[in-house]
């Protein structure tokens, strides 16, 4: 939450309340029994306060923690960051598991998403996505694996909620079928499922 035209001052307040995100994400990666590793993106204007918060928090969850200082450095700030990727991959196993089985109903896969990755307590269908959904098995798409499209400013499915919420309701307003790639999409909220620009490109900003 902290002001974008405050980014070049120390804000521990805001780590503070907005870190329990990237707690979250640290949990939600341990669910797929892989190696998991925190970087720390490095920008000039952050403080060694800021930057000493962040990786005593990550560790706190008993997983690796490097600095990247390519926006300073370029790739020559990086290297730190690749030697310990290698380290890691070199010194741990992966035992990956998806997080549910495809065998599970449409219904149940987008919400064991919602509740396991995202915190959700419930998740509500439109009429539209209840509709598509019933046609997704009549068509024999039910052992598909789900993609989820939603804000990624979020863990809910509205972009102003920060921090980690707890508890919230997901709406998913329709689901498609990706027949090529072999998914079902869920389309949670209001998304853009294009890229979208903003109306200036960074490089007005520089002199």
Same mark, same amino acid.
């Given at each position: 939450?902290?002001?974008?035209?405050?980014?070049?001052?120390?804000?521990?307040?805001?780590?503070?309340?907005?870190?329990?995100?990237?707690?979250?994400?640290?949990?939600?990666?341990?669910?797929?029994?892989?190696?998991?590793?925190?970087?720390?993106?490095?920008?000039?204007?952050?403080?060694?306060?800021?930057?000493?918060?962040?990786?005593?928090?990550?560790?706190?969850?008993?997983?690796?923690?490097? /600095?990247?200082? !390519?926006? &300073?450095? +370029?790739?020559?700030? $990086?290297?730190?960051?690749?030697? #310990?990727?290698?380290?890691? =991959?070199?010194?741990?196993?992966?035992?990956?598991?998806?997080?549910?089985?495809?065998?599970?109903?449409?219904?149940?896969?987008?919400?064991?998403?919602?509740?396991?990755?995202?915190?959700?307590?419930?998740?509500?269908?439109?009429?539209?996505?209840?509709?598509? /959904?019933?046609? !997704?098995? &009549?068509? +024999?798409?039910?052992? $598909?694996?789900?993609?989820?499209? #939603?804000?990624?400013?979020? =863990?809910?499915?509205?972009?102003?909620?920060?921090?980690?919420?707890?508890?919230?309701?997901?709406?998913?307003?329709?689901?498609?079928?990706?027949?090529?790639?072999?998914?079902?999409?869920?389309?949670?909220?209001?998304?853009?499922?294009?890229?979208?620009?903003?109306?200036?490109?960074?490089? &007005?900003?520089?002199?």
């Amino acid at each position: 939450g902290m002001p974008v035209d405050e980014l070049s001052n120390e804000g521990l307040e805001y780590l503070e309340k907005g870190i329990a995100n990237l707690g979250k994400h640290i949990e939600n990666m341990k669910k797929y029994g892989v190696p998991t590793m925190v970087c720390i993106n490095k920008y000039t204007a952050d403080t060694d306060a800021e930057v000493e918060y962040i990786r005593n928090y990550a560790a706190g969850f008993g997983v690796e923690v490097e /600095i990247s200082r !390519a926006y &300073e450095l +370029g790739s020559e700030g $990086t290297v730190d960051l690749a030697n #310990k990727v290698v380290e890691l =991959l070199d010194t741990t196993t992966s035992n990956y598991h998806p997080l549910y089985s495809t065998d599970l109903s449409i219904e149940e896969k987008i919400e064991t998403i919602c509740k396991e990755i995202y915190g959700a307590g419930e998740v509500v269908y439109l009429d539209e996505a209840k509709e598509n /959904i019933a046609k !997704a098995k &009549e068509y +024999g798409y039910t052992n $598909t694996p789900v993609c989820i499209a #939603k804000t990624p400013a979020s =863990l809910t499915d509205d972009a102003k909620v920060l921090g980690c919420p707890k508890d919230f309701t997901i709406t998913i307003r329709d689901i498609k079928i990706n027949s090529g790639s072999g998914f079902i999409v869920a389309y949670a909220g209001s998304i853009m499922t294009l890229p979208g620009l903003g109306r200036h490109s960074r490089y &007005e900003s520089y002199e």
